[in-house]
């Protein structure tokens, strides 16, 4: 193979960005390969999904502003001809046993073998924040499996000619769960669109719908739609700030931005001072039981003393012994889940 060619050069496909296209009629020459991968972008331009190059011979694509699978050629800038790698997202670690039920137990079997688990990314260190400790799938467990940076479980399709000779049916599979991630996404964008057009026809959720996009989309829209159903009521403040009350309790401070795709949620240090509904020690046991304290104490801000008189105190920490917020930027669905038992916890303790 004559390296020369500028398509091999890594310089030359960060300049160029080749299509998916090109490097597939050079390297993939296996017929049943080349049919399969031709099966699956025939999948994804019949729902109009594009596949956009990120790196050497590796392209990435979205659905509905989601990410949904990965294609590398190649192994990169190895130049290994009929080598062929998909990776296809699938959901969330708590919602990954309903979401399997939908599927053969081929299908299955081919996430339990192909289950992308933690290397350390290549460094000599313990497992990171985003490892599943544990899962279940087909009955057996599976531990330090590797979330990736959109906190889902991903299966890792390895073809390759070298190692045997892939099926047509196991491209089959991996169109089935490429089919799967998006009617996951369908379904997950027509709860929350309806949402917003029915009983969350506030403000809030309307500039939540106008400014954000894909995952932080669905996650700002199901909180609103949890402290709707819960009648927490957001009342506007500023252009782009609400304030979320219970009773005369004020729990949240939410901004969505104007110009920027983003959005906070803060929670008033109120909830944490005294006199307060509830009893420190009540709080810190729910903290401590829920594994709530480093999700708490990692977005906190230290008081500086701006107003003394009216600034809440509590020790949550040795660490921490002045609070002035405790603020969430763009909360992805476990931030979401984790604010919910805290504002459930806050109800049971019947603000007013």
């Given at each position: ?18 299509s ?7 390297f ?34 979205k ?37 399997l ?94 949402a917003v ?7 809030i ?11 932080d ?25 609400w ?36 009893t ?66 806050w ?6």
């Amino acid at each position: 193979m004559d390296m020369s060619n500028e398509i091999y050069s890594v310089a030359a496909q960060k300049k160029n960005r080749p299509s998916i296209d090109m490097i597939r009629d050079i390297f993939i020459t296996d017929p049943v390969l080349k049919k399969g991968l031709d099966d699956v972008l025939t999948l994804l331009h019949e729902y109009k999904i594009k596949m956009g190059w990120f790196h050497t011979s590796h392209w990435k694509a979205k659905y509905k502003g989601e990410p949904i699978l990965s294609i590398k050629i190649g192994n990169g800038f190895k130049y290994i001809e009929n080598w062929l790698l998909i990776n296809v997202e699938t959901v969330l670690p708590d919602e990954l046993t309903g979401y399997l039920s939908q599927f053969s137990k081929d299908a299955q079997d081919t996430l339990a073998k192909n289950i992308c688990f933690c290397n350390t990314c290549g460094k000599p260190k313990n497992p990171c924040d985003n490892v599943i400790k544990q899962i279940i799938i087909n009955g057996n467990e599976y531990r330090n499996v590797c979330k990736n940076r959109h906190d889902t479980v991903v299966c890792q399709c390895l073809y390759d000619t070298a190692n045997g000779n892939p099926l047509p049916q196991d491209f089959d599979i991996t169109k089935e769960f490429i089919t799967a991630k998006i009617k996951h996404i369908n379904n997950k964008h027509n709860k929350y669109d309806n949402a917003v057009t029915s009983a969350l026809k506030s403000k809030i959720a309307i500039a939540m719908s106008e400014s954000l996009n894909g995952e932080d989309k669905a996650n700002a829209l199901k909180f609103i739609s949890f402290l709707s159903e819960n009648k927490l009521s957001s009342q506007h403040m500023s252009p782009n700030a609400w304030k979320v009350n219970y009773g005369d309790t004020r729990i949240f401070r939410i901004t969505v931005g104007r110009k920027k795709a983003n959005w906070t949620v803060e929670l008033m240090p109120t909830l944490f001072g005294n006199p307060a509904p509830y009893t420190p020690t009540d709080f810190d046991t729910f903290i401590d039981n829920e594994n709530l304290r480093e999700f708490i104490n990692s977005k906190m801000k230290i008081c500086r003393n701006c107003y003394p008189k009216k600034c809440a105190r509590k020790e949550l920490s040795e660490e921490f012994n002045t609070i002035c917020n405790v603020n969430w930027a763009n909360p992805n669905n476990e931030a979401i889940n984790n604010l919910i038992k805290m504002t459930d916890y806050w109800k049971k303790q019947e603000l007013t």
